[in-house]
């Protein structure tokens, strides 16, 4: 169990945020958003921001009214649950009540403005078709009033934008919006498979993007894919078929690869042989030098599958069997390895 504490301020309760100090970072870990529960039960989704130092989704536990500067939380983390309670609060002296006091009021009941589902919850609230398509591709979506805020956690290649469906947002609204929040883009959602570009704005067809989050499930692309495509000024149909031109390719690279492999099963371990040797056994749809690449490459690490003894002339250290084997212990150590905190 970890536990973390923090006095509040006046900032903290306004703006809904806390500073992402050391305890509160290993409280949190690196998840990008960690499901907490305050008093009575509020169920709250903190997301921490290591880029800006805050941690935010706290608005709803302040809206309570029930915390003031310098009170004391209490974060505790026991799995994958976190819970905040209240350790310490200021003290509120009740005013001195007069000699005879006047009858109490009737009590009133205060009218409360419920915060929308997409703040309390955010994972339960459904979003649009096309903010799950730009999800799937690795964004980061945050809704807010007309239009959505998304961003790309690229470090120096990392972007903004704002983006809204054509009918729901005016063009003009969504160009204003870009400015005012510092996005790099104002992405424009369309019917059309093939739309036409508008100036400051990147116009998508919504099957576009739905054909790009399908084409990402074969193959990943993510913010840099994205980029490319913005810099045209619109994602159409045409603009979604010369990236998969491009991902057939790279994936017949991997076919080649898979086929230098399957030929190589064929020889024993610490077998001697030449690349002329290999060549026929790969078959005719891979060429002599697309062999000679993957032979590099399983001479090298993480493999070190191969000995190059001389120019074309290899021995295999082990069977493919084994190294497959042995790779996917490496990946499984190094998976491990990543959970642990530094």
């Given at each position: 169990?970890?536990?973390?504490?923090?006095?509040?301020?006046?900032?903290?309760?306004?703006?809904?945020?806390?500073?992402?100090?050391?305890?509160?970072?290993?409280?949190?870990?690196?998840?990008?958003?960690?499901?907490?529960?305050?008093?009575?039960?509020?169920?709250?989704e903190l997301v921490p921001d290591p880029e800006h130092g805050v941690v935010r989704g706290l608005g709803p536990l302040f809206a309570t009214g029930e915390f003031a500067a310098?009170?004391?939380?209490?974060?505790?983390?026991?799995?994958?649950?976190?819970?905040?309670?209240?350790?310490?609060?200021?003290?509120?002296?009740?005013?001195?009540?007069?000699?005879?006091?006047?009858?109490?009021?009737?009590?009133?009941?205060?009218?409360?403005?419920?915060?929308?589902?997409?703040?309390?919850?955010?994972?339960?609230?459904?979003?649009?078709?096309?903010?799950?398509?730009?999800?799937?591709?690795?964004?980061?979506?945050?809704?807010?009033?007309?239009?959505?805020?998304?961003?790309?956690?690229?470090?120096?290649?990392?972007?903004?934008?704002?983006?809204?469906?054509?009918?729901?947002?005016?063009?003009?609204?969504?160009?204003?919006?870009?400015?005012?929040?510092?996005?790099?883009?104002?992405?424009?959602?369309?019917?059309?498979?093939?739309?036409?570009?508008?100036?400051?704005?990147?116009?998508?067809?919504?099957?576009?993007?739905?054909?790009?989050?399908?084409?990402?499930?074969?193959?990943?692309?993510?913010?840099?894919?994205?980029?490319?495509?913005?810099?045209?000024?619109?994602?159409?149909?045409?603009?979604?078929?010369?990236?998969?031109?491009?991902?057939?390719?790279?994936?017949?690279?991997?076919?080649?690869?898979?086929?230098?492999?399957?030929?190589?099963?064929?020889?024993?371990?610490?077998?001697?042989?030449?690349?002329?040797?290999?060549?026929?056994?790969?078959?005719?749809?891979?060429?002599?030098?697309?062999?000679?690449?993957?032979?590099?490459?399983?001479?090298?690490?993480?493999?070190?599958?191969?000995?190059?003894?001389?120019?074309?002339?290899?021995?295999?250290?082990?069977?493919?069997?084994?190294?497959?084997?042995?790779?996917?212990?490496?990946?499984?150590?190094?998976?491990?390895?990543?959970?642990?905190?530094?």
């Amino acid at each position: 169990m970890k536990e973390a504490r923090y006095t509040l301020t006046s900032h903290c309760i306004e703006s809904g945020s806390l500073k992402l100090t050391p305890s509160l970072r290993s409280i949190l870990g690196d998840a990008d958003r960690v499901l907490a529960v305050g008093p009575g039960g509020l169920e709250l989704e903190l997301v921490p921001d290591p880029e800006h130092g805050v941690v935010r989704g706290l608005g709803p536990l302040f809206a309570t009214g029930e915390f003031a500067a310098n009170d004391l939380l209490r974060f505790v983390r026991e799995g994958d649950r976190v819970t905040i309670e209240p350790v310490g609060k200021r003290v509120r002296r009740a005013p001195k009540p007069a000699r005879e006091p006047a009858p109490k009021p009737a009590p009133r009941k205060a009218a409360v403005t419920p915060y929308p589902k997409e703040v309390l919850y955010p994972g339960e609230a459904r979003r649009p078709a096309f903010i799950e398509a730009l999800t799937a591709l690795g964004l980061e979506a945050f809704p807010e009033a007309k239009h959505w805020r998304l961003r790309a956690r690229m470090g120096r290649k990392g972007f903004a934008l704002v983006a809204g469906r054509a009918g729901k947002v005016a063009p003009e609204e969504l160009v204003a919006a870009r400015v005012e929040r510092g996005a790099d883009y104002a992405l424009l959602v369309v019917d059309e498979a093939r739309p036409t570009p508008r100036p400051g704005l990147v116009v998508a067809s919504e099957e576009a993007l739905f054909a790009l989050r399908d084409l990402h499930r074969s193959f990943p692309l993510g913010g840099l894919e994205l980029m490319r495509l913005f810099a045209g000024g619109r994602i159409g149909l045409d603009e979604v078929e010369a990236q998969r031109r491009e991902v057939a390719g790279l994936l017949g690279e991997r076919a080649q690869f898979s086929a230098v492999l399957l030929a190589l099963a064929g020889f024993r371990k610490d077998q001697v042989f030449l690349l002329e040797d290999l060549i026929p056994e790969v078959g005719e749809g891979v060429s002599p030098e697309a062999v000679r690449r993957a032979l590099e490459a399983l001479a090298g690490p993480p493999f070190f599958a191969l000995e190059a003894l001389a120019p074309g002339e290899y021995r295999l250290r082990e069977s493919v069997p084994d190294l497959l084997d042995a790779l996917a212990a490496y990946a499984s150590q190094l998976k491990r390895r990543l959970s642990v905190p530094a």
